[in-house]
């Protein structure tokens, strides 16, 4: 890992956009209160490497069909 930038929340309030950006481009990013550091900044996923989100497949043409009144009853309050 890179080197380590600590700010404090002040700080980390004021350059935020930055810090983000240096986080994600693999420096360690800490943030301090009152010079103790509390939390760690890291990207969730690299940016530019994530999918959709869509589930890859198709649904059957029945899916959509109306349940049995039996399946309905099951699902009443």
Do not use: C, Y
């Not at 481009?25 to 010079?35: M, P």
């Not at 900044?41 to 869509?54: C, D």
Request: aromatic share 6%.
């Amino acid at each position: 890992m890179s080197a380590t930038v600590t700010v404090n929340i002040q700080e980390a309030k004021t350059q935020l956009s930055r810090l983000v950006k240096a986080a994600t481009q693999g420096k360690e990013v800490v943030i301090a209160h009152r010079g103790v550091p509390v939390v760690r900044l890291e990207p969730v996923e690299p940016l530019g490497k994530r999918s959709l989100g869509f589930v890859k497949g198709a649904l059957p043409e029945t899916f959509f069909d109306p349940l049995p009144e039996e399946e309905l009853r099951a699902w009443a309050l």
